[in-house]
């Protein structure tokens, strides 16, 4: 493994999880709007109430009683999410992607039984997943609809999209596809791969697994760089857009495209990760301070959009 020194690191604008924690968390997150992110159902609704494209919300269960509706839920439904309202980190996230005379189906074809479901629900409900412990409730979600422009990118998982967010201002952007490694779950700490993509066009630029670079997807050796992520405008707009939502600076927005609705906000993050910075190949902080440097009338999302496609593309020198 290749490790660099602390100056090379600040000569190459990478922003350290120290910096990130006191000069941007702290700064421009205020404590009282955590809420709004850290609880992935009031964050729903307040999607909904914005007018921006969420999966469908099944149901939800709050008490242990009612863990015996689930069946009755799901009926009908090809596939289902269950997840903790308060998880992080993807831990808790139950997905079944076919039901078949009441039997349950996870997406490595592995099946998992109605009692294994009652139980992973009890879990959540006991805050087993949950920021610090506390009790929590599940949310059962529709499936997505995998979009077939990601055929052969992915194994197994749906593939998701976080661009991280500063002041409104869409910054930089990552594609995260599911690998064996990652057990179908687009999560670059139990495996994924994070593909850096170009803020102006969605194009992919580099690719990592594990913190070190490759070239192709481990599982179905695509080569990464050639996606291109479609709806590229409408993410940008979305993720733009959930600053006036939730009213925090410096956030981390995840969403995915559904092949019949679209491009869908999946959750947001108050304390998104650092590594988008190792799949772009390029520090974020100078396109943070850029943008602290600014002033001016404020920009509503289409001109915040606009700005950042024309400064901070893979052609810019941010």
Known sequence: ?????????????????????????????????????????????????????????IGVIREQHEIADIPEMVRGRSGFVIKPAKGSGGKGILVITHVEHHRYYKPNGHEITPSEVDRHVSNILSGLFSLGGKTDVAIVEGLIEFDPVFDGYSYEGVPDIRLIVFKGFPVMGMLRLSTTASDGKANLHQGAVGVGLDIATGQGLHAVQFDCPLEHHPDTGKRLIDIKVPHWDTLL??????????????????????????????????????????????GILPRLRHIEAM????????????????????SSVF
């Open 1 to 57: 493994m290749k490790y660099a020194w602390p100056w090379q690191l600040r000569r190459n604008g990478v922003l350290n999880m120290n910096m990130r924690n006191i000069n941007y968390i702290g700064r421009y997150n205020p404590r009282k709007h955590y809420k709004r992110v850290d609880d992935k159902l009031l964050t729903k609704q307040l999607a909904l109430a914005n007018d921006i494209a969420v999966p469908d919300l």
């Open 237 to 282: 707009h979305t993720a733009s857009s959930t600053y006036e939502m939730c009213e925090l600076g410096y956030l981390g927005t995840d969403m995915v495209l559904d092949q019949r609705k679209g491009p869908l906000l999946l959750e947001l993050n108050a304390r998104p990760g650092l590594a988008i910075q190792i799949a772009n190949g390029k």
């Open 295 to 314: 002033r001016g009338p404020s920009m509503s999302p289409e001109e915040r959009v606009a700005y950042a496609k024309t400064h901070f593309s893979s």
